[in-house]
């Protein structure tokens, strides 16, 4: 799964994803998030297959800290 669009407050979160897909490079989403609930990997069938489930994903730090900024909740 590859990331195709950032909004601003994901813009000013993560930098270095805009300045990746700028350059033409393909971000995955496993690269800048972790996923918290459910345990599970970050890919197409698992997500379809959990269809109904709340994710909570995290934001991987990018800056060599070990500090996370942010974490999304969704359905």
Do not use: W
């Not at 350059?23 to 297959?49: Q, S, W």
């Amino acid at each position: 799964m590859k990331i195709l669009q950032l909004g601003d407050g994901l813009v000013k979160l993560c930098p270095h994803v805009l300045v990746d897909m700028a350059a033409g490079k393909r971000v995955v989403m496993n690269k800048v998030f972790t996923m918290i609930h459910p345990l599970m990997e970050i890919c197409y069938d698992n997500i379809h297959h959990f269809m109904n489930a709340v994710y909570l994903l995290q934001i991987k730090p990018f800056d060599g800290s070990n500090t996370t900024k942010l974490a999304l909740k969704g359905k």
